[in-house]
T-cell receptor
């Protein structure tokens, strides 16, 4: 069973701080990795995608991928109260078809 | 900006009844997905669909479930005989090219009584 693991949190950070979210995955040959944000009762919305080892930056967000360690992370700089949400890590499995597995998510609270 | 739409937004049904959840993916997208999320739990993959056939399905997607793209625009999920444990939010998603971002619809909240 292919798994995506995340710390469920909650992770609480003060406004303006850096929030660090982590994810590990079990499928060694996965190629595509995604971070989604989900507000309560809403659908997931994409924050970042990453496909290669290393860092990828987009505004206040940086995704980091280490395929050797099967680890992907998301850093949120200058955290804002509006960043308070559940952050979902998702992995496209290399099954020959199209299958995406989500982690259970990490709840983030940004305190004003 | 194009978006995925889903109808209905909410559905209440009696156990044992059939339900059909509808999705209209983004018009030029080729790959379609259904997920479910039981309240307080994670987003679970149900099925993916490409070229008018199922590409992958999970253990959840048993004989009670079926998918169809009846008219080239709609993408439907049918649950033949609903059970209490089918109560969840059901999300449709679509992508244009393999490995691209999935765009999610707003979801249908299904309550089975």
């Amino acid at each position: 069973q292919k798994e995506v693991e995340q710390n469920s949190g909650p992770l609480s950070v003060p406004e303006g701080a850096i929030a660090s979210l982590n994810c590990t995955y079990s499928d060694r040959v996965s190629q595509s990795f995604f971070w989604y944000r989900q507000y309560s009762g809403k659908s997931p919305e994409l924050i970042m995608s990453i496909y290669s080892n290393g860092d990828k930056e987009d505004g206040r967000f940086t995704a980091q991928l280490n395929k050797a360690s099967q680890y992907v992370s998301l850093l949120i700089r200058d955290s804002q109260p509006s960043d308070s949400a559940t952050y979902l890590c998702a992995v496209n499995l290399n099954t020959g078809g199209f299958k995406t597995i989500f982690g259970a998510g990490t709840r983030l609270f940004v305190k004003a | 900006e194009p978006e995925v739409t889903q109808t209905p937004s909410h559905q209440v049904t009696q156990m044992g009844q059939e339900v059909i959840l509808r999705c209209v993916p983004i018009s030029n997208h080729l790959y379609f997905y259904w997920y479910r999320q039981i309240l307080g739990q994670k987003v679970e993959f149900l099925v993916s669909f490409y070229n008018n056939e199922i590409s992958e399905k999970s253990e959840i997607f048993d004989d009670q479930f079926s998918v169809e793209r009846p008219d080239g625009s709609n993408f439907t999920l049918k649950i033949r005989s609903t059970k209490l444990e089918d109560s969840a939010m059901y999300f449709c998603a679509s992508i244009g090219q393999v490995q691209e971002t999935q765009y999610f619809g707003p979801g249908t909240r299904l309550l089975v009584l």
